[in-house]
């Protein structure tokens, strides 16, 4: 059984910053790709960032040059620094990452989301 599990949303004035963490726990003998999706309401979930075991990285467009992704491979954490936080940045942030249990290929994990509210 794998899990992953999101900390650390919440409520920031415009301009402000929040870091979110995820840790995966469970049988996992390798990860691949970590990343954060968010969906905001109404709209469709979409790729924040991502990051690979080798430590390449992804962004949206949005977020480019304003969020900082980063993964701790030892201890299967990936965290997203958020600066420069903007009203539009208001969503459900959700962790994902493609996991091995040891069957030789990947499959997806989600978290179960942590609520990032910007207030302008």
């Known amino acids: 059984q794998v899990q992953l599990v999101e900390s650390g949303g919440g409520l920031v004035q415009a301009g402000g910053s929040l870091r979110l963490s995820c840790a995966a726990s469970g049988n996992i003998f390798s990860i691949n790709v970590m990343g954060w999706y968010r969906q905001a309401p109404g709209k469709q979930r979409e790729l924040v960032a991502a990051?690979?075991?080798?430590?390449?990285?992804n962004y949206a467009d949005s977020v480019k040059g304003r969020f900082t992704i980063s993964r701790d491979n030892a201890k299967n954490t990936v965290s997203l620094q958020m600066n420069s936080l903007k009203p539009e940045d208001t969503a459900v942030y959700y962790c994902?990452?493609?996991?091995?249990?040891?069957?030789?290929?990947?499959?997806?994990?989600w978290g179960q989301g942590t609520q990032v509210t910007v207030s302008s």
């Open positions: 990051i690979v075991r080798r430590g390449t990285t």
């Open positions: 994902n990452a493609n996991i091995d249990v040891g069957s030789g290929y990947g499959v997806n994990y």
